[in-house]
């Protein structure tokens, strides 16, 4: 019964501990190691996925990287550049079955676009991948630019400095 006691004590003065500690677990992490010294990034992201639900979740997440940039005092410099099956998600005229199964994620997509562009960054559709998977340049999202290549785009943004995010 003592060693019961001992055990209620201790975890009474850990969780006390705990609460009154001035830094909670949100506070302490941070990207401060990875920072030092850096006011600005350039960065290219490759984006080739095979499900909408998938590029609604890292486009939702590229949106946070951005932002913790920004909150952390460095000044974001990102271009996305989107290849493959992705650029059916990125149609302001889907298919209509790819409409109807993903409407919530396509909505995601539309809407993590707009964010981005509000935010400067640059997103790129390569005329490749609209050619191979039908989809009309003309309905590619307004925020975002068709190249002509998405690989020799990737080859200039990383030329011109940008590290490459592959995204996988």
Same mark, same amino acid.
């Given at each position: 019964?003592? &060693? @019961?006691?001992?055990?209620?004590?201790?975890?009474?003065?850990?969780?006390?501990?705990?609460?009154? =500690?001035?830094?909670? +677990?949100?506070? +302490? @992490? %941070? !990207?401060?190691? +990875?920072?030092?010294?850096?006011?600005?990034?350039?960065?290219?992201?490759?984006? !080739? &996925?095979? #499900?909408?639900?998938?590029?609604?979740?890292?486009? !939702? @997440?590229?949106?946070?990287?951005?932002? $913790?940039?920004?909150?952390?005092?460095?000044?974001? #410099?990102?271009?996305?550049?989107?290849? $493959?099956?992705?650029?059916?998600?990125?149609?302001?005229?889907?298919?209509?079955?790819? +409409?109807?199964?993903?409407?919530?994620?396509?909505?995601?997509?539309?809407? =993590?676009?707009?964010?981005?562009?509000? #935010? $400067?960054?640059?997103?790129?559709?390569?005329?490749?991948?609209?050619?191979?998977?039908?989809?009309? %340049?003309?309905?590619?999202?307004?925020?975002?630019?068709?190249?002509? !290549? $998405? &690989?020799? =785009?990737?080859?200039?943004?990383?030329?011109?400095?940008?590290?490459?995010?592959?995204?996988?």
């Amino acid at each position: 019964m003592k &060693f @019961i006691n001992r055990i209620g004590v201790f975890a009474v003065l850990f969780m006390g501990f705990w609460v009154a =500690s001035p830094l909670s +677990a949100e506070e +302490a @992490i %941070n !990207d401060a190691a +990875a920072l030092i010294g850096v006011e600005a990034t350039k960065s290219v992201f490759l984006i !080739d &996925f095979t #499900n909408p639900k998938k590029t609604a979740f890292y486009m !939702d @997440i590229i949106r946070g990287t951005h932002d $913790g940039l920004v909150r952390q005092g460095v000044t974001p #410099n990102m271009v996305l550049v989107f290849i $493959g099956q992705t650029v059916k998600y990125l149609s302001t005229e889907p298919e209509e079955l790819l +409409a109807m199964e993903y409407e919530e994620e396509l909505k995601s997509i539309a809407e =993590s676009a707009k964010a981005l562009k509000a #935010n $400067g960054v640059r997103m790129e559709v390569c005329a490749v991948a609209t050619k191979v998977f039908e989809v009309e %340049n003309s309905t590619v999202l307004p925020e975002m630019d068709v190249v002509g !290549d $998405g &690989f020799i =785009s990737l080859i200039g943004w990383q030329t011109q400095g940008h590290k490459l995010v592959p995204i996988f």
